[in-house]
């Protein structure tokens, strides 16, 4: 069994920034993704990282160049690093961990971004 927690979001300015933690504890997690949900809209991904030593990543088209995703293996722990936040990034951010063929998602954390 794996629990994910998520934590760091709240409201922040256009232009600004924040940055996410999401920390999967009971095993440890091979790939980590951050997806988001608007409202009225689909999940989208946001970022991924492996968790083999290439630290393979991929972005999401739309947070390419602002966003950066990082982890620390130590402590199965994934970051998000978001910079230059625009309002179309409002939205409620999930982690997700994979172990095992399963995916584990958290409850999410809430990102606004508004003036």
């Known amino acids: 069994q794996v629990q994910v927690v998520e934590s760091g979001g709240g409201l922040v300015q256009p232009g600004g920034s924040l940055r996410l933690s999401c920390v999967a504890s009971?095993?440890?997690?091979?790939?980590m993704r951050w997806y988001r949900q608007a409202p009225g809209k689909e999940r989208e991904l946001v970022a991924q990282?492996?968790?083999?030593?290439?630290?393979?990543?991929r972005y999401g088209d739309s947070v390419k160049g602002r966003f950066t995703v990082s982890r620390n293996n130590a402590k199965n722990t994934m970051y998000l690093q978001m910079n230059n936040l625009k309002p179309d990034d409002t939205a409620v951010y999930y982690c997700?961990?994979?172990?095992?063929?399963?995916?584990?998602w958290g409850q999410g954390t809430q990102v606004t971004v508004s003036s």
């Open positions: 997700a961990a994979r172990y095992m063929y399963t995916t584990y």
């Open positions: 990282i492996s968790g083999t030593v290439t630290d393979t990543i």
């Open positions: 009971g095993r440890v997690v091979d790939t």
